[in-house]
């Protein structure tokens, strides 16, 4: 048996131990809290890798995402092949006025098109406007960090190669783009004299 009276002591102690120590305010929004690397702050959406497949809308418990999509036929890729038809993602917004957080939509995707992001500022005066749209998604993509490699000798992630690869495509449409309106531009103007030509 213990001392009568000494759980009060403890506690007494305790409080006298904290009362003696300076406190330390966070000065919120002026300072940013320093936050784990892969925290649960918002859902991201890396919508390249998105088949519309439903598993994060069914699985989710919440039903706080909402996902729109029509067909379209794509052409043979080789000739004798018949054609296929694929998904096309039209909308895909989370109700963050629902969302509880809990991850299950981004463990279950099996094409890695949902990801956490650290950032958490994205409160609202009106809560109509907690359902984010698939822009609003997107723009978090670029918040979320890199995954660490498994090892020196890892391959380079998914993510990185998916998001270098987009990159690239869009520098080469660019430059196609910029070589042919180059090229159109000059045509546009065949009697301009050579230089050191007969006029």
Not at 15 to 39: D, G, I, N
Not at 116 to 137: C, G, N, V
Request: aromatic letters at 8%; glycine letters at 6%.
């Amino acid at each position: 048996m213990g001392i009568p009276g000494s759980g009060l002591a403890k506690g007494l102690a305790v409080t006298l131990r904290t009362m003696t120590r300076r406190s330390h305010t966070a000065q919120y929004p002026e300072v940013q809290p320093e936050l784990p690397p892969r925290t649960r702050g918002v859902i991201a959406l890396f919508e390249e890798n998105c088949t519309v497949c439903m598993l994060c809308a069914r699985e989710c418990p919440d039903w706080c995402i909402y996902i729109d999509s029509h067909k379209e036929t794509v052409p043979a890729a080789a000739p004798g092949g018949r054609e296929r038809s694929r998904n096309v993602l039209d909308r895909f917004a989370i109700d963050f006025s629902l969302c509880m957080y809990c991850g299950i939509c981004i463990e279950v995707c099996p094409f890695d098109a949902l990801f956490w992001s650290p950032e958490f500022e994205y409160a609202e005066t009106d809560i109509l406007e907690l359902t984010h749209e698939r822009d609003k998604l997107r723009e978090w993509m670029w918040t979320v960090p890199a995954p660490p490699p498994l090892d020196p000798a890892a391959e380079e992630p998914k993510e990185l190669a998916a998001a270098r690869k987009a990159a690239e495509k869009a520098a080469a449409t660019a430059a196609a783009t910029a070589a042919a309106t180059a090229a159109a531009q000059g045509e546009a103007e065949p009697g301009r004299e050579q230089p050191g030509g007969e006029a």
